[in-house]
């Protein structure tokens, strides 16, 4: 299973989902992580990038919402805490099955 987190480094949240990624990932050794940084708002919109950070499973959004506005921004999630800047570590577990 391939997961990309695509992020921007203007956006801190992207390394909270990492630290869940890669812990999935070492959970589950069928787990390829890789990164894509989008850096430009051209990149942003070439790429349908809804925020930072996000999940690609397979090449599809795991949390995604097509109303949601395409650039460089922080995204939120809305967890079992209350909104946050990840997907919890639950969240992430069930939307990779």
């Not at 956006?11 to 430009?40: F, S």
């Not at 919402?65 to 577990?93: K, W």
């Amino acid at each position: 299973m391939d997961i990309t987190l695509q992020y921007f480094d203007g956006c801190p949240n992207w390394m909270i989902a990492d630290e869940r990624l890669q812990l999935l990932a070492r959970e589950r050794p069928d787990i390829v992580l890789g990164y894509q940084l989008i850096d430009t708002v051209d990149a942003a919109e070439h790429a349908g990038f809804h925020g930072s950070p996000t999940i690609l499973v397979n090449g599809v959004d795991a949390f995604g919402d097509a109303s949601a506005p395409v650039g460089l921004a922080c995204r939120r999630y809305m967890t079992e805490a209350g909104p946050a800047g990840a997907p919890s570590l639950t969240q992430l577990r069930d939307a990779i099955g």
